[in-house]
């Protein structure tokens, strides 16, 4: 899971500069493990130091002392981890296919990659659309149910009082159910 990206600090540009004066450039798990700025860059991986420094060689933000550190020892710092490592040693004798091809793989994985986030990131705001709308009639069958049970409630007392009106039991301060049902229809 990626990290938000956020602003290199000039403590930490610093920090990175004085690690690979200490330890050389391709350095970065070392610059990153020193115990005098390892907590300045615990926020930075290893990939964010060689871009940041690349970056500031590239952009001129290094004086002379640290553009030593060129990119020709950088990649022979690379070749030097890889080898010690035991990983693959980088051919640099014209194997531009081979890299290319990688790279170009690695592209299309990053185009899935990117499909299928986009996707997902698509059927949660569905999901969460549905799920309003879900609330929503759920709240309004609940609105239907106590209206008709009123109405329910109402008619049983229309009916009670139906009743008593016809078996003639008068009640002292009613009016006739049959005139406030006249009256009712009349007003729709």
């Not at 540009?13 to 020193?34: F, N």
């Not at 002392?65 to 030097?80: F, L, P, V």
């Amino acid at each position: 899971m990626a990290t938000a990206k956020y602003k290199w600090t000039r403590a930490e540009e610093d920090a990175l500069r004085d690690g690979v004066r200490k330890h050389g450039p391709g350095k970065w798990r070392t610059i990153q493990k020193d115990p005098e700025l390892g907590d300045i860059l615990r926020a930075r991986s290893n990939v964010d130091l060689k871009d940041k420094w690349r970056n500031m060689r590239e952009s001129g933000a290094l004086d002379a002392a640290d553009a030593t550190g060129g990119a020709e020892e950088e990649r022979e710092a690379s070749d030097r981890e890889h080898a010690e490592g035991g990983g693959k040693r980088r051919r640099r004798d014209g194997d531009e296919a081979e890299t290319s091809n990688a790279k170009g793989k690695e592209n299309a994985m990053d185009a899935v990659t990117n499909a299928l986030f986009n996707e997902t990131q698509r059927v949660k705001r569905e999901a969460s659309a549905a799920e309003a709308e879900a609330s929503a009639a759920e709240a309004h069958a609940a609105r239907c149910e106590r209206e008709a049970w009123e109405a329910e409630k109402l008619a049983r007392e229309l009916i009670d009082e139906a009743q008593r009106q016809k078996v003639g039991i008068p009640v002292e301060g009613t009016v006739d159910v049959a005139d406030v049902a006249a009256d009712l229809l009349e007003e729709e």
